[in-house]
């Protein structure tokens, strides 16, 4: 499911959102709703892309939000010839 910055008006509120850390230092939105698992996309459909947490703090202004993570893949098991096995590390935002 997606829905764009104008369709949050449909959602009543978020009980999770996941802001994935992505190279470049650029942060998509993911979230858990009545609705179910959607991401926050473009008017054209396209993953919007945040140059910071308080970018889409600013975006997300006005929506009721319960939990807020960051989510992120760790470099050092790349660096060390490991397999990333634990998953995505994520970390709790205060919004």
């Known amino acids: 499911m997606q829905h764009s910055l104008d369709e949050l008006d ?6 999770k959102l996941e802001l ?3 190279e470049g230092g650029w942060y998509q939105a ?8 959607s991401r926050l996309v473009t008017d054209q459909g396209r993953p919007i892309h945040f140059q910071s947490i ?3 703090k600013e975006a997300l202004n006005g ?6 993570t ?6 050092y098991d790349e660096m060390i010839g490991t ?6 590390i994520e970390l709790p935002l205060i919004w």
């Open 10 to 15: 449909q959602v009543s509120r978020i009980d």
């Open 20 to 22: 994935h850390s992505l």
């Open 30 to 37: 993911e979230f858990d709703c009545h609705q179910g698992r």
């Open 54 to 56: 308080e970018s889409a």
């Open 63 to 68: 929506v009721e939000i319960q939990k807020a």
């Open 70 to 75: 960051l989510v992120f893949k760790s470099a």
């Open 83 to 88: 397999d990333s096995a634990n998953g995505p």
